[in-house]
């Protein structure tokens, strides 16, 4: 394991990941349906009682590559376990790493590589739970006529039949369990339990809004996820002197805007095409991150969400003028935040 100190380096050592097919072969052996009920997940065996252990399910951005998994971040922290996004494969990373029970999802916004692992997640761990599954995030807007309420809702209407099999013909399984019940969130302090608080901040990912990033803070330490995201003044706002900052980033497009520029405007007028199309309009190059983590200055600053394709935008974020200390997101790189942040 690295050590990154406050004013230290930072070295990589990054966990290997085995072949995805025979993840799905063991899998297609072992039936999640089959699982007996677990207890629900503790934090990794490398955390103390006062740290936050952060890992990376899924790094990639939209994608059906099976060896890159979307988004979605664990966190543990005391007795808590929460799960920021859920993309298609974050489920199954869970069960690689060997931790069920997940009953606390955080979306960031409702794009399909956030949210297309959830119905898995819901269905597949219907044992392993100790109750319901809880989801927050955003609620309905001007193009979002679907908020995290609706989504949900949505989800226990498609499953209904199956969900009454196995509750209440066949197989027996307790009802609670099977609950997914859906809050819609507005900026502010959305869940505060055993010393952890998780609050939302508004994050600038027009037309898709609103749109949140979240900062998990617990025992005087702190990891902000900025979800999909332009630049944006309120996510600096919110990770000032954050231990870790995990940032989206966005490859394509033009480079050299850097990150003192103002803000760039929404999609839709001659700055689109300039950085590289639609997609790019709403976020982050490199030169951009590179002003964020300048201005919020976090112990660590972390890519995550790396699109379109995987590439390496460290050399360009150092090049905007970012001297701090950088990784580069892996999938199932675990970070240990305490007195020192680890990285393995």
């Known amino acids: 394991m690295s050590r990154i100190l406050p004013a230290g380096g930072v070295g990589t050592h990054v966990q290997s990941m085995k072949s995805a097919m025979l993840l799905c072969a063991a899998l297609a052996c072992s039936p999640l349906w089959a699982q007996a009920p677990v207890s629900p997940p503790t934090s990794t065996s490398s955390a103390t009682a006062k740290s936050i252990v952060v890992t990376l399910l899924g790094t990639a951005g939209p994608s059906m590559n099976i060896e890159r998994p979307e988004s979605g971040t664990l966190i543990q922290a005391g007795t808590e376990t929460l799960l920021i996004d859920c993309g298609r494969g974050v489920p199954e990373q869970l069960v690689k790493i060997g931790v069920r029970g997940v009953s606390k999802v955080f979306l960031t916004h409702l794009h399909s590589d956030h949210t297309e692992g959830l119905p898995i997640l819901w269905m597949s761990g219907w044992n392993g739970r100790d109750g319901r599954l809880s989801v927050w995030g955003p609620g309905t807007g001007q193009d979002q006529p679907t908020g995290t309420v609706g989504l949900t809702q949505a989800l226990a209407t498609a499953f209904a039949t199956n969900t009454h099999i196995r509750r209440d013909m066949v197989e027996k399984w307790p009802g609670e369990k099977i609950i997914i019940e859906g809050h819609d969130i507005d900026e502010g302090v959305v869940y505060d339990h055993n010393g952890v608080k998780v609050t939302a901040f508004r994050v600038a990912h027009e037309p898709v809004a609103p749109a949140y990033g979240y900062r998990v803070d617990y025992a005087g330490h702190s990891v902000v996820v900025s979800g999909d995201t332009r630049p944006s003044d309120n996510l600096v706002k919110f990770s000032k002197g954050v231990d870790v900052l ?38 982050t190059s490199p030169e951009e991150a590179a002003g964020v983590f300048k201005r919020a200055a976090p112990r660590l600053a972390l890519y995550s969400h790396i699109a379109p394709n995987p590439f390496d935008p460290t050399e360009r974020t ?23 942040i680890g990285v393995k």
């Open 246 to 283: 995990i940032h989206e980033v966005f490859g394509a497009g033009a480079a050299g805007r850097g990150g003192a520029a103002p803000l760039p405007p929404p999609p839709g007028d001659g700055a689109t095409a300039q950085r590289g199309g639609a997609p790019a309009a709403y976020h």
């Open 318 to 340: 150092r090049a905007a003028g970012y001297d701090g200390p950088l990784q580069v997101g892996k999938d199932l790189m675990v970070i240990t935040i305490g007195e020192s």
